[in-house]
């Protein structure tokens, strides 16, 4: 892993320029791997603007949380980001109201970074409408023209919160549309998602057991459980049950989840301060393996056959053209060893295709007729 030298205020928004994606997710929860000189980068030289409504709040719930628990102020914070504290507005007085399911959040975006130029981090949470949205028009194609006309800011991307409907549902194909395009095109992703559908054990996906929001999903035997509360009390001695009796308030969830959600938030001040992370963390859940599948025909001009290197399950496949827009999704959620798709209808043009497994995500262009 290259070394990484540590940059100005100036410099931060360079830094992940055509570089790999960056994922936060349940991996980073630990906050010992993060070094103590990028918690005092990220302090010292993000401006963070933050647009969120209820669900949103569980960033800074669980923020403060950490900052009440660990009381050397290590991770304080504030609106205004006064001497050591971390500068994070979450809006008000007629500035990043709403959330990014609202319309013209975009527009209040670039209100705000043309009202206060020293911002350099812009990130907005959903509040349940991120899968019932055109992703590319209201989201992705947004995002990209403000990356392209603000080129001095950082702006992370974020998937919405569980709704209960599981592995199948809409919203997983929403959430895995945010996080196939930014492994794609090399974003930095908040996946809230994620962070909610695991306990710290990390040892079950509770999204297969349709977990909502709240914790609460249905074990096979049958019934309703809750994740979060069951490992509170599995774990009354433990460090994140600690912070969580911290926690004042966890809209529409659980204390942990917020406390979760606070430190993965810390991960990624961090890596937007110019850590590259621990070899430890999973940088990307499923890694990149271009050209390891095989396309046929190639030219296309109706069914593509994909072989794959051995049997995976592929949980989205998705076409891509070469701007960076979604033209095509399917969820497949199956094991394959060889995949046929035959309901394509996209221009002729060079394409990538994306297949994400339950381990890595596989890339491979072909051509259309």
Known sequence: MKQIILLTAVFLPLFLAGQQATIIDHNCLDLDQIPDEYIESAKENLWIGYGHTSHGSQLTAGMSALEAYFTDGTYDWSQNGGPGELHLDEGGGGYLGGDCGTVGWDSETREYLDDFPGCNVIIWSWCGQVNSVDLQSHYLGPMSQLELDYP???????????????????????????????????????????????????????????????????????????????????????????????????????????????????????????????????????????????????????????????????????????SGSLLYSKLINKRHKELNISDINIPAGVYVISIVSDKQVYKGKFSFL
């Open 152 to 322: 001095d800011v950082q702006f992370v991307y974020m998937t919405g919160h569980l709704e209960g409907l599981g592995v199948g549902g809409s919203l997983q194909l929403a959430n895995q549309q945010i996080r196939d395009y930014c492994i794609a095109n090399d974003k930095i992703l908040f996946d809230f998602a994620d962070i909610e559908k695991y306990d710290p054990d990390a040892e079950t996906d509770f999204q297969e057991y349709y977990a909502d929001d709240e914790c609460n999903y249905h074990p096979p035997g049958g019934g309703t459980a809750n994740w979060a509360n069951n490992w509170l009390a599995a774990n009354p001695g433990h460090e994140l049950t600690q912070i969580s009796q911290l926690c004042g308030s966890c809209a529409h969830s659980v204390s942990l989840n917020c406390t979760k959600k606070g430190i993965a938030t810390w991960f990624l001040w961090a890596r937007l301060a110019g850590w590259e992370g621990s070899a430890t963390i999973s940088e990307k859940k499923n890694p990149l393996i271009w050209n390891s599948i095989k396309i046929y025909t190639n030219p296309a001009n109706h069914d593509i056959k994909i072989f794959f290197p051995e049997t995976v399950f592929c949980n989205t496949l998705e076409i891509w053209d070469l």
